[in-house]
Every structure is written in C-alpha cells, then in structure tokens.
C-alpha cells in the first residue's frame, strides 16, 4: 500500500511497514469508496453497517406492521387474503427479531463496547467482517420470496410443525426461512466468539472485570446466551431441512415424527432469545441514567449480577409457551415458578434505575426521553408476562391479542425504546454532530403515544377473546372499536419513526457540530476524539476507577504523566499496529450465500442443488483458504499530538 496513504477517519499519514506477503492473491489499497466498504476490517465501519442494515429492515418490517393493520382495521376487511395476511406476520415477526432488532443491537457491540473497554479493535477484524457479510447473505435469502413466484414465506415466524412441513407447504419460501435462519446462525456465533474473547482479553490496563461497563458486561452476557442457545434451533432447522428434502420424518406425524419436538428445540432457543433482545436495551438504559442522573450508577455490581441472573434463568423457562400442549402437572408447575423467578432481577434492575435516579440532577435530553419511556413501557409488559406465569391465566390468554400486546410492550416499547434512545446518545460519537433537542423529543412524543394507541388496546381485545394470527373477523363480535384505534395508532407510531428517520439523516449531514465528551459523559469512549479515530486511543489508556473517563477528569495530571508514557512505548514499537483491509471475509460469505441459494431456491432437482450448492461451498473454500494465507502483517499509524 502507499506508504503515505491517509486515514479515512483522521486524514493521520500511515507507515506501511510491513511487506505484503507472497500467498496473498490480492490486497486492497483503498481506504475510501465503495471498496473499502467491502473490505473494511475497522469495527466501527462494521458496527455502521450492521446499524445501516437493522435500520433498513426495521423499516421493512413496520410496513409489513402497517398492512397487517391496514387489513385488522374494519371488519371483513378484503385488503390481503389469508395467504397474504400469513405471509406478512410470518415476515414481519422474522424481520424484526432476527433482521433489525438483533443486528441493531449488534451495531452497538461492534462500534461502542471495544472503545468502553480502551481497546483498539476486536480480537478478531476479520472475523467480525465475515460475521457481518454472513449477516446480510442470511437476510437477502430469507426475503428473496418476495421476488419470487412461491413468495415469501407464510409458515408463521415461530415455524411450528406441521405448518411448514413438505406436506402443508411445499414452496421453496420455507426452505429459503430455514436457511436463512441457519446462515445468521453461524454470523451470530462467529460475532460472539469474537466479543467474548475481546471483552477477556483485550480489555485496557487496571480494567477489571468489576470495573467494566454495564453494557460491556450486558454484551458479554448475550454473547454466550447466542453461543449457548443456537445450538437447539439450528439442530430444529436441520432436521426439519432434511424432512423437507430428503424425506425424513422428524416432524412428519404420518411417519411417526413429534411435532412437539419442533416446540421444544425453538423455544429451548426462544427464550433465551427473548433475554437476547432486551439485555442490550438494559445496557444501553445502564448507560444513559447515569450520565443525564450526574451520579453512578446505583447498585452496579446488583445490576451486573441480576443480568448474569437473567441470562441463567432465561434458559430455565422455555416451556412456558407450551402450557397448553398438556405437558402435565409437574413439568407446568416447574416452568411457571421459573418463570415467577425470572421476575426477580429483572425487578432488581428496575429499582437500581430508580435508585439512579433518586437525588440526581436530572437532564432531560432527549436519549433520557427515550431511556424514561423504556422503563416505562418494559414495565408495563413485565406486568402482563408476570400474569402469564400462572398456568391457568395462560391457559385462557394463550394466542390471543393479549399476548401480542405483552411482547410488543417489552420487545418494542422495550428493546427499540432503549436502542433508539442508545442512537440519540452515541451519534455525537459516531458522526461528531447533536441532534436537535426539540425535533428529538417531538418523534419520542410521537412515537410514545403511537405505540401506546397501537397496542394498549389490544389487551382488551385479548380479554374479549381475538385470537392473534386471523385476518379477518365478523362486525357483531366488539372487536371493531379497538382494532380501528389500534390501526390510527399504527399510522400515528409509523408517522413518529420517519420523523426520527428523517432528523437522524437530517443531522448527519446539516446537524450542530460538537467536541469531545458533548454529554460529560462517564466511560471511556468519550474519552477520545469524535469522530474516533482509526486506531480509537493514540495511547492505551490505564484505568483507575469504575467510571474510567469520570476520574481521569478529576486527575488530569496523574492521567497525562501515563499518557505519555505510553505513547513513548508505542513511538518505540514503531506506532500503533493497524490490520489490513480483506475482501476475503466478504468472499467467504459469499460462498455461503451460494450454497443457501443452492439447498433452498434453485430447483429440486438433486443435480441442480448439488451443482450450485458445490460452486458456494468452493467458493468458501477458495475465501477461507485466501483469508487463512493473509498471515497477521498490517500497518503503523503515527496518531496526531491533538488526540492524546
């Protein structure tokens, strides 16, 4: 590369000081353009990326929202047909947990958690590349039906035996789901392997465990949750491939198969998955209290505990979506105390945020709008998940609108809440501009009272016996009245997202141009310059205290004799080591994205498949093989004096 090429970040020259070795076919030079998209190892253009990508499917997946309430909004409504109506509930539950809600969360782990820990990049760029082009392989093949003659899937989001065996539907849209799925399997494990190993090893000097923040440690907890639980829904998604491709009868009920099983393998995952969604939104909610409350954070070891906690008892509850499967007395009774249980610290966590809170000098901005409206909303569905654990009460809730309103309420009144108010509250960092205070607050208004009109409604619906997933009803049963509201407040919640949407893009590019640290804020990304840097930190920073940046404010001299110290010891190493950009990883994916094409929408034709799935799986090869004979060579940056 050219020894004097600058920075896309800092416009810092680079030393190259290490040749390019002889097994490495092809090396990227640019350090701008679409290329360096494609090649970028850099965690903060990941994490970008991943937020660029959740962002645009969770729009995705609220236009599906909007036509499902288009169709629920009169009764005998003929806007979608049954089939449609199964096709958009099925896309819209898979889009927003696995294509938005869970790369967005992703975004977060990728660009904020290795500078709160003073580190430089994740243990593994590559890997973290590879795992976000995996990543977007998986989603393309999941939603190519919609440009297809079988069209999207229509099996339900949760896939339950026998709605998407070969029998009851025989269209390649469920083979697309159930590869796809296993695709973002295998980016979802690369990335916590790679944030796991990160947050162990590569965590600042005098960073202890005890001394990380929260939502580091939140980021720590749902990566072995992923590792742990993926396991039972891929086993679910193979075996179920192999009913619908070669026959076998694991679910197939004709054959002696257990549909049951299929309930068992994905909830195994399910919930966990649940704890997956929201303990990054409790990270995030960890974050924001402090900083606008001027105070630590109440109770932090209670809250890093009690989101260990929850992660272990996630595991435990699995069943108590199947009270009505007739798993009898004892196997109910265990799974609902569990379930009973599981309350507990999240209510720990609760009061440690009003602790926070008690006696602070509040700041009412707008990430502490959208954090305040988290707690609020994540109550609310706490209460309705609490009156699930009893059996009985299940039993007569159990697939109606009142268990839609309760997870709505804590995955999108929580878990989005507590990310957009995370948006608000890094985009200084990312982007060194501050979105306007009144536009902020005016869409978390809007959005606030638009998810309230939407799904406080649907509780009484519930109670008033709708089922959830019919699209259509007659006009005698009461439910016309809440379903028109419900709908007003779908538009009215849609109408509070663009307007967020459009001031986000707006102050990209037009917004209030801010310095370091714009929020005084308490750990150590605001520590640096905004936009970070490439390398993130000139100097490895030592820490002191548990609010790392907060103290080095208050012994500025202590802070800058170690500073220099350390910048004398990497002046001495030659700089500070950078790795080089890779298309391999991206090849890599590409190859799997091959072989998903191959298994899932080709043809079934067994010599079509085997061809095109072969091509994928060398293509993989050919990009692990490439990747691999790159070695561990990169270049030095020679930060500028001002980033110190």
Not at 197 to 220: C, K, S, Y
Not at 268 to 293: N, R
Not at 595 to 623: E, N, Q, W
Request: aromatic letters at 16%.
């Amino acid at each position: 590369m050219d020894a004097t090429a600058k920075s896309h970040f800092t416009g810092h020259e680079e030393h190259a000081v290490a040749p390019t070795r002889a097994g490495v076919f092809w090396r990227p030079t640019a350090k701008t353009g679409f290329v360096s998209w494609l090649t970028t190892v850099d965690h903060k253009k990941i994490g970008f990326l991943y937020g660029v990508f959740a962002l645009f499917f969770f729009l995705v997946g609220g236009v599906e929202a909007l036509l499902i309430r288009l169709q629920l909004a009169v009764p005998n409504n003929d806007i979608l047909t049954a089939e449609q109506y199964n096709t958009m509930f099925t896309m819209h539950g898979t889009t927003m947990i696995f294509l938005a809600i869970m790369p967005l969360s992703a975004a977060f782990f990728n660009y904020v958690m290795p500078l709160q820990i003073g580190a430089r990049d994740v243990a593994f760029p590559r890997l973290n590349a590879f795992s976000l082009w995996t990543f977007v392989a998986g989603a393309i093949i999941i939603n190519l039906g919609w440009f297809m003659k079988d069209g999207a899937p229509d099996g339900g989001w949760f896939g339950y035996a026998p709605l998407t065996s070969k029998t009851y539907n025989p269209d390649h849209s469920i083979d697309m789901w159930v590869m796809g799925l296993q695709i973002l399997g295998v980016a979802s494990i690369a990335a916590s392997l790679n944030f796991i190993v990160t947050i162990i090893n590569m965590r600042a000097p005098g960073m202890t465990m005890m001394r990380l923040p929260v939502f580091t440690w939140m980021t720590l907890v749902t990566a072995f949750l992923l590792i742990l639980s993926f396991p039972a829904i891929t086993i679910a998604l193979v075996e179920l491939m192999m009913d619908r491709l070669f026959g076998t009868s694991f679910f197939e009920i004709s054959n002696g198969g257990m549909p049951i099983l299929w309930q068992h393998l994905f909830w195994i995952f399910g919930h966990p998955e649940v704890y997956i969604l929201i303990l990054p939104a409790m990270g995030v909610i960890s974050e924001i209290l402090p900083t606008f409350s001027r105070k630590p954070l109440f109770g932090y070891p209670i809250v890093v505990f009690s989101g260990a906690t929850i992660g272990f008892l996630g595991f435990a509850v699995w069943s108590h979506h199947m009270f009505t499967t007739g798993m009898g007395t004892v196997a109910t009774a265990a799974f609902s105390l569990a379930t009973m249980a599981i309350a507990v610290p999240t209510g720990v966590k609760i009061f440690n945020w009003i602790g926070t809170l008690w006696g602070g000098h509040l700041k009412m901005t707008t990430p502490m709008m959208f954090a305040l409206g988290f707690i609020w909303m994540f109550m609310m569905g706490g209460f309705s998940g609490i009156m699930h654990s009893a059996a009985p009460a299940d039993a007569q809730q159990q697939d109606s609108y009142f268990v839609i309103a309760h997870f709505h309420y804590v995955l999108i009144g929580g878990s989005l809440f507590a990310l957009l108010a995370g948006i608000h509250y890094w985009f200084p960092l990312m982007f060194g501009r501050k979105v306007s205070e009144f536009w902020g607050k005016l869409s978390f208004w809007v959005i606030f009272a638009g998810f309230n009109i939407t799904f406080f409604p649907m509780h009484f619906l519930g109670l008033n016996g709708m089922p959830r997933r019919t699209f259509t009803y007659d006009g005698n049963l009461g439910w016309n009245e809440p379903n028109l509201i419900a709908t007003i407040g779908a538009f009215i919640l849609g109408v509070g997202v663009f307007i967020y949407f459009v001031v986000m893009v707006y102050t990209y590019y037009k917004g209030e141009k801010v310095g370091r640290d714009p929020w005084d804020g308490r750990t150590l990304e605001w520590s640096i310059p905004n936009p970070p840097p490439e390398y993130n930190f000139a100097v490895t920073p030592t820490v002191h205290a548990r609010d790392a940046f907060w103290y080095e404010k208050h012994h500025k001299e202590e802070i800058a004799k170690e500073k220099a110290e350390h910048a004398k010891e990497d002046e001495a190493h030659g700089g500070i080591h950078m790795p080089f950009q890779s298309i391999y990883p991206f090849v890599a994916s590409a190859g799997l994205f091959i072989m998903g094409l191959g298994v899932a929408v080709v043809s079934y034709d067994p010599t079509i498949k085997i061809a095109v799935a072969s091509a994928g799986f060398l293509v993989l090869l050919a990009g692990i093989f490439m990747w691999a004979h790159e070695g561990n060579e990169g270049y030095h940056i020679h930060p500028n004096k001002e980033d110190l």
